[in-house]
């Protein structure tokens, strides 16, 4: 090892751990170089590398063939949304068709009283109704038809029934 390899190494030992186990850590990886030198590792058998290269090319061949026939679909998928994309936008045929949509139904048009088609606009307006008839009692000051409330009380059941009716 060199000079400055070896004192580089003992800077990052002495970083990581005290000073005595950096020095010993220091004297023991060169030792361990050298042990290594000594008794190289065998190679594998010329059967063994052969085993390998077969397996290696036996996976690259699966996904090589996963990767070919993603991308077949994926072309083979492009053609068909052209041809419809191309099917479906012909262009002006020269006829147009209009579509009428009513929201409400032609038998709540063709009757006078709208509410009767809706159940909760007909008892929306049957509240407002009352409430009408009982403010215009307690203008004639008529106390009878007014009941027990007053027109404060009336006002402010008419603006919770409009709300109600907005909230839907």
């Known amino acids: 090892m060199e000079d400055q390899t070896r004192e580089n190494l003992n800077d ?11 020095e010993a850590a220091g004297r023991d990886i060169p030792a361990g170089e050298r042990l290594l030198d000594a008794h190289p590792a065998p190679m ?22 996963i990767i ?14 052209f041809a419809l994309f191309g099917l479906l936008n012909r262009g002006p045929t020269g006829q147009t068709h209009v579509f009428e949509a ?22 929306f307006t049957a ?5 009408e008839a009982q403010l215009q009692a ?3 000051a008529d106390d009878e038809a ?3 409330g007053t027109v404060e009380e009336l006002e402010k059941e ?6 109600e009716l907005w909230k839907g």
Not at 12 to 21: A, N, V
Not at 48 to 63: D, H, K, P, V, Y
Not at 158 to 163: C, G, S, V
């Open 12 to 22: 990052l030992l002495r970083q990581f751990l005290d000073p005595t186990q950096a």
């Open 68 to 81: 070919v026939t993603f991308r077949r679909s994926l072309a083979a998928a492009a053609v068909i949304a």
């Open 158 to 163: 008419l603006r919770q029934i409009e709300t």
């Open 127 to 131: 509240e407002v109704r009352q409430i």
């Open 102 to 123: 009513s929201i409400l139904p032609a038998a709540i048009w063709d009757s006078d009283d709208v509410a009767a088609g809706d159940l909760d606009l007909a008892r």
């Open 146 to 148: 007014a009941g027990s």
């Open 44 to 65: 594998p058998s010329s059967e063994t590398m052969t085993r390998i290269r077969g397996e290696m090319a036996a996976t690259f061949a699966g996904r090589h063939r």
């Open 138 to 140: 307690l203008d004639a």
